[in-house]
T-cell receptor, first 113, second 112 residues
Framework: AQSVTQLDSQVPVFEEAPVELRCNYS??????LFWYVQYPNQGLQLLLK??????LVKGINGFEAEFNKSQTSFHLRKPSVHISDTAEYFC???????????FGKGTTLSVSS | NAGVTQTPKFQVLKTGQSMTLQCAQD?????MSWYRQDPGMGLRLIHY???????DQGEVPNGYNVSRSTTEDFPLRLLSAAPSQTSVYFC???????????FGPGTRLLVL
């Protein structure tokens, strides 16, 4: 069965510092991997996705993620964060039937000045 | 396009009451899903549909019912509300399994 583990529930960083949000997955079928962001009191917005091909995926707002099949990871990175990046971030993998998503529990990124 | 719309935005129920959360999309997406979001739990899949007339259970289906009579609409019914169903509910849709899931703005439900 598919599952997602986000290794950090909270990540505090200072503005302009780099950040990495860690995500490991478990899957018995071909994976499609996603990162979503949720700003306070809003819905979810897609940051980036991996379907196939290049293992380095670039998304919106300067974020990127690297698919590592041997380590079953899909970590999200940004070289320099802004206050406006403060949000909750969710890693997700397709369910076994490929019909919906299985989400991790989320990582709260708090950026301070 | 309005995208994915959900109504109501907020609802208070008493234990034992029933209600329907509405979800509609105007993107002609075949795949639609319902999730609930609880603090520290992420989003958990309740039910999903791969097309009109086809639905299936997700991770936490108990206490919820769905139907899909049209491509556009995917309502979620709470049969007899319980305090454990206090949550934020999100509806999502996508064209197929590889495409981005688009989320609605959510419905906040409080069951007293």
């Amino acid at each position: 069965a598919q599952s997602v583990t986000q290794l950090d529930s909270q990540v505090p960083v200072f503005e302009e510092a780099p950040v990495e949000l860690r995500c490991n997955y478990s899957s018995s079928v071909s994976v499609y991997l996603f990162w979503y962001v949720q700003y306070p009191n809003q819905g979810l917005q897609l940051l980036l996705k991996y379907l196939s091909g290049s293992t380095l995926v670039k998304g919106i707002n300067g974020f990127e993620a690297e698919f590592n099949k041997s380590q079953t990871s899909f970590h999200l990175r940004k070289p320099s964060v802004h206050i406006s990046d403060t949000a909750e971030y969710f890693c997700a993998v397709n369910n076994q039937a490929g019909t919906a998503l299985i989400f991790g529990k989320g990582t709260t990124l708090s950026v301070s000045s | 396009n309005a995208g994915v719309t959900q109504t109501p935005k907020f609802q208070v129920l008493k234990t034992g009451q029933s209600m329907t959360l509405q979800c509609a999309q105007d993107m002609n997406h075949e795949y639609m899903s319902w999730y609930r979001q609880d603090p520290g739990m992420g989003l958990r899949l309740i039910h999903y549909s791969v097309g009109a007339g086809i639905t299936d259970q997700g991770e936490v289906p108990n206490g919820y019912n769905v139907s899909r009579s049209t491509t556009e609409d995917f309502p979620l019914r709470l049969l007899s509300a319980a305090p454990s169903q206090t949550s934020v509910y999100f509806c999502a849709s996508s064209y197929n399994r590889k495409e981005t899931q688009y989320f609605g703005p959510g419905t906040r439900l409080l069951v007293l």
